[in-house]
C-alpha cells in the first residue's frame, strides 16, 4: 500500500496481533493518550500497527500523535474503498478499535470477526442496530474471534457485562431501567427553573458534553441504541422498532435546518419547565429513563421519578443502570459510574484490547 505513510508503533510487549484504530477524533484521539499513557507504564499492550479516518490511514513510523496530524491534514476522499478495507490492512488475530460513529464501519463488525480479527468498539451501530447485523456479530463470534463492546454503554460502566454473565449464570432477567445518556442527565440534573432549558442544552452544546446539533441527544434515539444492546445481551431480540421512543425534541425544533436549530431551540423551554413544576410538586425529579421489560415490553423517555428511586440520585453525566432479575426480583442490583467523557470511553476501549490480548495469548 505505497500511500500509506509508516510509523513506529509503541508497544509493551504483549503477544499476538496489532492494534487498528478507526476514528481520530476526540474519541479516538483519548485512545491514543491512554495507549501511550498505559505503555509508559509498563502495561503489555499489542503494538499499534495504524489508525484511519475518513481521509487517509497512516501506519507503523513515527509517533502516534503525528499519525493523528497527518490523518487529519490529509485531503477528503470521494468514493472509492476505504483503505482498511482492502484485503493487505488486517490479519488474523489483529484488533480493530472503532471509534467512530459510522454505520459503514459498524457493518464491517461481523466479517472482520469471521476473518479472525477481533473487535472494540464504542460504535452503538453493531449491537444497538439492525437485529440482524446484531445477529450476524453473534454468529461470528464462534468462529473464535472476540468482540469487545463494553464502551458502547455506559462508557465502559460493568452493566453491559454483568447482564450477560447474570444470564450465563442460569439467572433470567426480568427489567433493566437506566439513566444511560450522560448528556440528558448533565441537562436534567442542572436544570432547576432558575435558567430557560434552551440556555443549558447551549451550554452543554458548548462544552462538549452534547452533540453539535443536540438533536441527536434529545431525540432519545441513542438512548434508544443503548437499551437494544442491553435488552440484546439479556435475551431478548428486540428491533428498533419494538421501543416507544417519547422525543424531548419539539416539532419545529425537528424540522428546522441545521443552521436554524439554535434559534428553534427556545421552543423547549416551555414544556420543559411544564414537566419539572408538575415533578416539583410531587417531589419528584426528572430523569429521561429507557426500561425493557421481558413482560411489558421497551420504552425511552422522560419521567418524573420520586427521589427514592434508584435512578434519582445522579449528578452530572452520571448514568446509572437497575436490573431486576430471578436473583434480584424487588432491589435491584444498581450500577452507576461516569457515562460520558471521552477519557473514560477510551479507557473502556483499551480495558477490551487487554482482555483480549490476554486471552489471545
Not at 9 to 33: D, F, K, M, N, P
Not at 221 to 240: M, S
Not at 334 to 342: C, K, L, R
Request: glycine content about 10%.
Amino acid at each position: 500500500m505505497s500511500s500509506v505513510t509508516r510509523i513506529r508503533s509503541a508497544t509493551g510487549g504483549a503477544r499476538g496481533g496489532r492494534i487498528a484504530l478507526l476514528g481520530t477524533g476526540v474519541v479516538g484521539s483519548a485512545v491514543v493518550a491512554r495507549y501511550r499513557q498505559l505503555v509508559e507504564r509498563g502495561v503489555p499492550l499489542p503494538p499499534f500497527a495504524w489508525l484511519s479516518n475518513s481521509r487517509a490511514q497512516v501506519a507503523n513510523e513515527g509517533s502516534l500523535e503525528d499519525a493523528i496530524a497527518r490523518a487529519h491534514a490529509a485531503p477528503r476522499q470521494h468514493g472509492g474503498v476505504p483503505p482498511w478495507a482492502e484485503g493487505e490492512a488486517l490479519a488474523r488475530g489483529d484488533i480493530v478499535i472503532d471509534a467512530t460513529a459510522s454505520d459503514t464501519v459498524a457493518g464491517w463488525h461481523a466479517e472482520w470477526l469471521l476473518r479472525g480479527i477481533h473487535v472494540v468498539t464504542a460504535n452503538k451501530l453493531g449491537n444497538g442496530g439492525d437485529l440482524a447485523r446484531a445477529q450476524a456479530i453473534v454468529d461470528a463470534q464462534r468462529e473464535g474471534a472476540r468482540y469487545g463492546d463494553s464502551a458502547t454503554v455506559g462508557a465502559g460502566l460493568p452493566a453491559l457485562r454483568l447482564i450477560r454473565e447474570l444470564v450465563a449464570g442460569g439467572d433470567r432477567i426480568h427489567a433493566v431501567e437506566g439513566v444511560l445518556s450522560g448528556s440528558l442527565a448533565w441537562l436534567l440534573s442542572r436544570f432547576d427553573d432558575t435558567r430557560p432549558f434552551s440556555d443549558l442544552v447551549r451550554e452543554a452544546r458548548d462544552a462538549g458534553y452534547a452533540e453539535p446539533d443536540p438533536r441527536q441527544d434529545l431525540s432519545g434515539e441513542d438512548v434508544r441504541r443503548k437499551l437494544l444492546i442491553l435488552a440484546r445481551a439479556a435475551g431478548l431480540p428486540l428491533e428498533a422498532r419494538d421501543i416507544r421512543v417519547s422525543s424531548l425534541v419539539p416539532d419545529a425544533l425537528r424540522d428546522a435546518a441545521p443552521d436554524a436549530v439554535d434559534a428553534q431551540l427556545n421552543t423547549l423551554d416551555k414544556p420543559l419547565r411544564e414537566r419539572f413544576v408538575t415533578a416539583y410538586r410531587s417531589d419528584a425529579r426528572l430523569c429521561f429513563v429507557g426500561r425493557f421489560d421481558a413482560e411489558r415490553g421497551a420504552s425511552v423517555g422522560l419521567r418524573a421519578l420520586p427521589l427514592s428511586h434508584p435512578l434519582a440520585s445522579g449528578h452530572g453525566t452520571e448514568n446509572r443502570a437497575a436490573i431486576f432479575s430471578d436473583r434480584y426480583p424487588d432491589r435491584p442490583l444498581v450500577i452507576q459510574g461516569p457515562g460520558a467523557g471521552a477519557g473514560v470511553t477510551a479507557a473502556a476501549l483499551l480495558d477490551d484490547v487487554l482482555r483480549i490480548a490476554r486471552q489471545a495469548g
